[in-house]
């Protein structure tokens, strides 16, 4: 989830170089990507990755909806930092229930890296339908 169209862009180039295997859906704004999750989708996303800094409803928002429903609450979820590393965002991570944070990465090699380590660590590749 993230509202810089161009980010979208990049993330999908490096997903596609990764060894992730499961679909990978976007959404531009936390209100579009809670209303996905209110619809009932099947399957429930194996991540989330998301901006903390959204207009609307930031990542620390849309993280806290998930976590606040508990059929929503093992979903693996990564808050992404552009440009932050302040232990008060960090800290709210942790407190919120993510899984993980990170800042985000400043090239593709270094993206593809960081996707191909949540690949092997906590993201089980599901086959598409």
Sequence with gaps: MDDNEVDLRVAG???????????????????????????????????VM????????????????????????EIPVILMFTHSDDPADMSKSTDLGANGFITKPSSIRDYVEMLNEFASTIVPCVAST
């Design 13 to 47: 180039i490096c997903y596609e170089k990764s060894k992730l295997c499961n679909p990978l859906l976007t959404f531009s704004s936390g209100e579009e990507f809670v209303a996905y999750m209110e619809s009932d989708p099947a399957p429930f996303p194996a991540m």
């Design 50 to 73: 998301l901006d903390i800094n959204m207009p609307g409803l930031c990542g620390f928002d849309v993280l806290e909806h998930l976590r606040s429903r508990e059929e929503f609450r």
